[in-house]
């Protein structure tokens, strides 16, 4: 490095942290946005055309700058300035978001400011203030509390979505967390991943007494109640002894490995346990030659990405250190740009399959546009959730698939209902539902 | 004037209740902030302000009908395409009505005549892509990709790729702009009534100029709602997309279009160079490539690019010299083999050595990457483009790194890099353009007078400076220019918006921040009336 004397003047550093307890952590973040609104548009390397322009749902529905993170940027940066007041409208814009991640990858493609942990901080500040979360949110967090999931179901329950045939192991090295949606809702994810791992012959075991993830909770800004969740399941899973922790939910996938070192100041490999998608694990198995797509599905399929196994997942390591002039950090930060996303391995299975036609959206990757369902967002704003998927819906209408793919329970259902609601001629499948029946003689 | 609520109903009336908000939380996102150019200068300080209202209208005649509410009941209003281009594209005094026209996003591609007709929020982007696909091109203005392309149109609209499309007021084609008042002006071919926006002159005098003159008025003469754009032919090959953000590209068709890096003995090899090709009439840009774009383009995040600046010194600045070449196989690959074989000839002759450089377009082609430019200090401006002659051209940036010593700091260590200049129209024109970058965090006031002092700078060595009118202070620059370009521009300024409610108080918003920034005024040795600070706030 250059003596740093001669190119950089004297400037007193700040102490900061990736800590969203705080949000006068992110005031350098807000105070930055110079509208370029990347956050927004696709990257303008991939960008379409003429349609479907733009990946921000929130700013694609409501339209005013406010919706979308630069407005967000300043209205955020405000409040922490106390230069505003909370009202309804503050709160819908705040709460009307997906945090899917799209304008976080977008900034650091231009800038590097840390935008999703600016608008989760806000909505920390939102709950500190006792104006958030959304009534719907406290809804979710009182049936947490009483029932363990987030539907209130009956928690003894919980398992009843296993499979005739199939018992899980007492110990094993794979402990799969099923998740609220895969135990009450989407039964069959859980029941084809019981049977994707049977025809792998992967012994898995099941936590004792698993209980909510805590997405929501985290989500909303309900930190205390989330990192409560947090370290319990991860204190089982550590007792278990298990080596993997498998999750075939995008949301839950994002919880373990990121939001939970997040709550806990961990870093994800300090977790003790490694944290997997299905879709790696299946791709790995696939490439070992563990497992074998052998039936045909003939079908023009294309794939969503979701955004907590996408642009949200890279890991998480703690950050504590000082700011400088012209904004430059020591010790120097890794920052995550969500480069580290499960974007190869669900299209490298779905390729294999005999007969499958995969069709790539205009938006792909980490650019594609979220369904609308999660993170809070469609218990609190079904309207802003049913206008995301229909709005995706049309892109995927437009590239020809006549099978939607996804890789979360949320997605599937949102889009489930978003096709029902407008006759649409797509099906809507798990991944794990597809690989299930490829491999099923 | 306050918005009432009987105004309010009205305007609402008008677009419809999702598509107006005057709730403080809505209008706050709409603030200035650090926004593109002059981020936490003075300028931003002193002089924007948080709209009133905000409104979001779909069509041109929304926008004449919003208009003429504005102008009955003296509303101030400021027309935001996106909003990119800094404080000087956000309201400047209190209780003023935003109106945002990103609504505004219509599309439709001539393939037939090779022009695009968009709306003002339509962004350069997807028009390029939509013309890509269609065997045509434009030119995604140094703004950035992300900017409307009207707004850039009316403002700058130049890039490298300039050196063939030429400038931006030679592909403004049919326009349609709604007057301050709210009646209608048609230019070109539409003036004739029908709905053919094919041609770009007018029956009578050209009008174009008063929207744009050399780089625009921020608004201040009315709004364009609707304008065909020029496209030119482009090679048929697709340009495949690759990476995952933030490394992202274009590969190139290697045999139909290509970008070679070539290091020069010289400056004067440089220029010479660039009039050569230009003669030939060959490439599809020509730009002299700074060692600081390099070290951005190299660097992962900001603190690698202040370790690499970090390495370089006057030497190495002044040493450094490539001239980056974009070849394009139009009609052939046996016509890019041939301008390949040109280049090659030209370049020997100068002594230029080319070096391996990467089969893939990161900026210029699609994604005029401006943004990013803000990485590794939060904060820039440009505080001049220049279009002279390729022999005079050149010798613009080392006039300003002179004079940039004296504001070093707060104005980043440059080791006297003298910006950049380029190519224009086949070597006719030279442009320079030169940036200046700050910690905003800094006391900055030392910017908002260097800033100043360029167009003393200009005037002292009679440099055709772009940045006029809205952008510099018009009493000190307009008597120098013209002459007495100044009393032609507010005599426009007063018939078509004589209750000044279209973006006030530009063109004079600089005049008024000069009066009312203290330390701005021992900038101030040229006259002006004294009652400029009146203008409401």
Known sequence: MANESDVRYYKPRTEFALDIKDIQNFVYDMSRCIKCKGCNWVDHTYMPGAKFMTRCPSAEK?????????????????????????????????????????????????????????????????????????????????????????????????????????????????????????????????????????????????????????????????????????????????????????????????????????????????????????????????????????????????????????RLSDPWTPYQGKRGWMGCVEPRLKRRRGTSGLYAQPRDILKAIPGVNLLEMPRTRENAFCCGAGRGTKEAFPDLAKFSAAHRLEEIKDSGAETLVTACPHCKNNFAQAIKAGNEHVQVMDIAEVICASIES | MEISKEIYRVLADIVGDG????????????????????????????????????????????????????????????????????????????????????????????????????????VYSPIQEECMKHGAYVVIGGGGAQASAIA?????????????????????????????????????????????????????????????????????????????IKTLPFQPERLVPTGISPNTALALPEKRIKWINFVVPSKDAQVKAMKEIGHAEIAGAVTKVPLFWRAIAKAECKEEFWDLWGKENEQTVANFHIVRVLLIGYTSEEQMEYDERVLMDIMTEVGGVARR?????????????????????????????????????????????????????????????????????MGHQGYSEFLVYWDQDDDTNPVDQFYVDTSKMNIKN????SLLGPHQPLYLTGPKYGPNYHEFLLKVKNEFDPKWMSHPPVPLAHDVFVERAPWMHNMKDWESPKDLDKIKD
Request: proline content about 6%.
């Open chain 1, 62 to 310: 409501y339209q005013f700058d406010a919706y979308g993170a630069y407005g967000k940027m300043r209205i955020g940066h405000a409040f922490a300035e106390g230069r505003l007041e909370w009202n309804e409208k503050a709160l819908e814009i705040i709460y009307a978001c997906t945090l899917c991640g799209a304008c976080d990858v977008g900034c650091k493609r231009n800038l590097d400011l840390e935008i999703e942990l600016s608008l989760e901080s806000l909505r920390v500040k939102a709950v500190k203030d006792g104006v958030g979360p959304m009534p719907a949110h406290k809804k979710i967090a009182e049936n947490i509390a009483k029932t363990h999931n987030m539907y209130a179901a009956p928690h003894d329950k919980r398992k009843d979505w296993l499979p005739a045939g199939i018992t899980p192991a007492r110990k094993a090295d794979v402990l799969y967390f099923v998740g609220c949606a895969a135990s009450y809702t989407n039964k069959e994810i859980a029941q084809s991943v019981a049977k994707i791992l049977k025809a792998a012959k992967v012994d898995f075991m099941l936590m004792p007494d698993e209980q909510c993830c805590g997405n929501t909770l985290f989500s909303v800004g309900m930190l205390d109640e989330a990192k409560a969740l947090a370290q319990r399941n991860i204190d089982e899973v550590r007792k278990s002894g298990a080596k993997t922790l498998l999750t075939a939910c995008a949301e839950g996938y994002r919880m373990w490995k990121v939001d939970y070192p997040k709550l806990l100041n961990i870093s994800t490999a300090d977790l003790g346990f490694k944290v997997v998608h299905l879709v790696e694990y299946v791709d790995e198995l696939m490439k070992d030659g563990a497992l074998k797509m052998s039936k045909a599905f003939a079908t023009r399929m294309a794939y969503q990405d979701a955004c907590s196994m996408s």
């Open chain 2, 19 to 122: 598509y107006i908000s005057d709730d403080p939380v809505v209008c706050e996102g709409y603030r200035s902030g650090p926004g593109g150019y002059e981020s936490g200068l003075g300028y931003e300080r002193v002089m924007t302000k948080v709209p009133g209202c905000v409104i979001m209208p779909k069509y041109t005649e929304e926008v004449q009908k919003i208009v003429k509410v504005c102008y009955r009941h003296e509303i101030p209003y400021v027309p935001y395409s996106t909003g990119f281009y800094g404080p000087r594209s956000h309201p400047h005094v209190k209780g003023a009505l935003l109106i945002d026209l990103k609504r505004m996003n219509d599309f439709v591609l001539d393939e037939k005549h090779f022009y695009v007709e968009v709306g003002p929020g339509m």
């Open chain 2, 152 to 228: 850039n149109l009316i403002g700058d609209g130049w890039s490298p790729l300039s050196h063939r499309i030429g400038l931006p007021h030679r592909r403004i084609l049919g326009t349609e702009v709604v007057m301050p008042d709210g009646e209608i002006l048609r230019l070109g071919s539409l003036a004739q009534g029908g709905d053919d926006p094919f041609w770009g002159e007018s029956p009578g005098p050209d009008l174009r100029g008063l929207l744009r003159g050399y780089t625009g008025l921020r608004g201040c003469l009315g709004i364009v709602t609707r304008m065909a």
């Open chain 2, 357 to 425: 450089t990467k089969p893939s377009d990161e900026s210029w082609i699609k994604n005029a990457d401006s943004a990013g430019m803000w990485l590794m200090c939060g904060g820039y401006v440009s505080v001049d483009y220049v279009i002279e002659t390729m022999t005079q051209a050149p010798e613009h940036g080392p006039a300003y790194a002179e004079l940039k010593k004296k504001y070093t700091p707060p104005l980043m260590p440059d080791y006297g890099d003298p910006g950049w200049f380029q190519s224009f129209e």
């Open chain 2, 462 to 465: 009679r440099f055709y400076t």
